[in-house]
């Protein structure tokens, strides 16, 4: 399968602290995405870094990117209960004409 | 601006019976995707739909279709539902053609076949 594959499936942290997630992916991407998703909700963009990118910042969100290794991973730094959710990596793969979500991990932020 | 607004937001149906489900776009969107969520399968591709043509389609059997209608609003239709058609049905509009780019969902609809 050409999906993302997210590490680790569920992740549970104080608040305040740092949470990472991973994504590996198997074939060349145009770009990737991350996105979240409240409890049974829709998903809400949060950051794309194209194949050319090594790292990308917004707010408290950090993504980088290595196409060497095909992998992303997302820092979300000094947590809050409001990050509790569901983080998704989404890649493009050349030639695929859609994107192709992983099974996602599930962040609990403890207060 | 408006969001992505899908109606409705639950539906409970039978098995046999058909659904449709419908998706307003942001506006000035012309791509509207289509993809369905299960707890063991996850976000699973369905369709995508841009200037009112299909323009690519995921492994989903013949029974899922859809349409994109002049004002850029698309339908999803299920027919002769199955128990393994219960999701939650996420709709997601977007500037570009190809569904690679930003993705803007709505809020879903959760199907329940009963």
């Known amino acids: 399968s050409q999906q993302g594959e997210e590490d680790p499936q569920a992740l549970s942290i104080q608040e305040g602290e740092n949470a990472t997630m991973n994504c590996s992916y198997k074939?060349?991407?145009?770009?990737l995405q991350w996105y979240r998703q409240n409890s049974g909700r829709g998903l809400v963009h949060l950051i794309l870094i194209r194949s050319n990118e090594r790292e990308k910042h917004s707010g408290r969100l950090r993504v980088t990117l290595d196409t060497s290794k095909k992998s992303s991973s997302l820092l979300i730094t000094a947590s809050r209960a409001a990050d509790t959710a569901s983080y998704f990596c989404?890649?493009?793969?050349?030639?695929?004409?859609?994107?192709?979500f992983g099974q996602g991990t599930r962040l609990t932020i403890n207060p | 601006k408006a969001g992505v607004t899908q109606t409705p937001r639950y539906l409970i149906k039978t098995r046999g019976q058909q659904v449709t489900l419908s998706c307003s776009p942001i506006?000035?969107?012309?791509?509207v995707s289509w993809y369905q969520q299960t707890p063991g399968q996850g976000l699973q591709f369905l369709f995508e739909?841009?200037?009112?043509?299909?323009?690519n389609k995921g492994n989903f059997p013949g029974r899922f279709s859809g349409r994109q209608f002049s004002n850029s609003r698309s339908e999803m239709n299920v027919s002769t539902l199955e128990l393994g058609d219960s999701a939650l049905y996420l709709c997601?509009?977007?500037?570009?053609?190809?569904?690679?780019?930003?993705?803007?969902f709505g809020a879903g609809t959760r199907l329940s076949v009963l």
């Open positions: 739909y841009f200037s009112e043509t299909q323009r």
């Open positions: 989404a890649t493009d793969f050349q030639g695929a004409q859609k994107l192709v």
């Open positions: 506006s000035g969107h012309r791509s």
């Open positions: 997601a509009s977007s500037l570009s053609e190809g569904a690679r780019g930003i993705q803007y």
């Open positions: 074939t060349s991407i145009n770009n």
